[in-house]
């Protein structure tokens, strides 16, 4: 496990993400896949997806697009751990690769920020089946907006001003 290696959240942040996920006004799709948040840090967070028959494909083994769910959900919370209450995180890319397969158990995620520039975070998180037998790991990109209403102004732009009225035209001397 990764989470020694990241610094534990102000009390503070790590309740409030709690609270996110636990009490929601509505039903949001990672609810719907079930995932469970277990540890919040600093550019850091842990996911589990609770087995059930109805998350198998055909083959007998967790269909692949709930473990990209929880790869795509598991960095959130890592991201936001960053920034200001009512951020706004986009997934600009998410690549996943296939490692192994997960049977008939929990399948267990950690995300983490590898990198985070002014507006865009680059994530990574790797799934593991209960039992430890990685099966997935991902690569992420995210872009982040300040909340709505308190972000920054948009400068003035080269063009931004209102062209000037036309002249009139020149006579030609008589």
């Not at 277990?38 to 996911?47: F, V």
Request: aromatic share 6%.
């Amino acid at each position: 496990m990764r989470a020694d290696q990241f610094p534990p959240l102000p009390a503070d942040v790590a309740d409030a993400w709690v609270a996110a996920f636990a009490r929601r006004d509505r039903t949001y799709f990672p609810d719907v896949v079930g995932l469970q948040l277990e540890e919040l840090r600093t550019d850091y967070c842990r996911m589990r997806l609770p087995y059930r028959p109805e998350l198998d494909q055909p083959a007998g083994v967790v269909h692949g697009g709930a473990l990209a769910t929880l790869i795509d959900t598991v960095v959130v919370p890592a991201v936001g751990s960053g920034c200001p209450p009512g951020s706004v995180y986009l997934t600009l890319n998410l690549d996943v690769q296939f490692l192994g397969a997960v049977r008939q158990e929990d399948a267990v995620a950690e995300g983490w920020v590898a990198q985070r520039g002014r507006s865009i975070v680059f994530c990574r998180a790797e799934v593991s089946s209960a039992s430890g037998r990685v099966a997935a790991a991902g690569t992420l990109t995210y872009k982040v907006s300040p909340p709505p209403g308190l972000g920054p102004k948009r400068a003035e732009q080269p063009g931004d001003e209102t062209p000037p009225a036309p002249r009139p035209a020149k006579s030609a001397p008589a």
